[in-house]
């Protein structure tokens, strides 16, 4: 997993404080699904019927809601547990920087 520069470098420029909200849990749980409803858009992040995973590393989404200090929220979409040929360090990996960057951690085990 490496991180994509020029999302670091628009990361970077942001000025004004974050309020990460990120949602893990095994591939095929609704993650995207619950996160697009939470924005009321089906086109935000991808869902589909494949058996393969389709979001892979982790996306952050700007929204334009705001938390109760003021603060932007973003919301974390990540690339869910136990996926085939995936290794359980792969996961924990995800498990620890979202869980780490995330103010807030949805740990998603249902279908949505």
Request: aromatic share 8%; hydrophobic share 40%; glycine share 12%.
């Amino acid at each position: 997993m490496l991180p994509v520069p020029e999302a670091l470098t628009r990361l970077s420029r942001h000025a004004g404080s974050m309020s990460i909200v990120s949602v893990v849990g095994p591939y095929h749980s609704g993650k995207s699904f619950l996160l697009n409803a939470l924005l009321g858009d089906t086109q935000v992040f991808t869902i589909g019927r494949r058996t393969s995973p389709e979001t892979m590393g982790i996306w952050l989404c700007r929204t334009h809601l705001h938390a109760g200090d003021g603060s932007e929220v973003w919301l974390m979409d990540s690339e869910g547990f136990f996926g085939p040929g995936i290794a359980e360090s792969y996961d924990a990996k995800i498990f620890t920087i979202a869980s780490l960057l995330g103010g807030h951690l949805v740990y998603n085990t249902v279908k949505v």
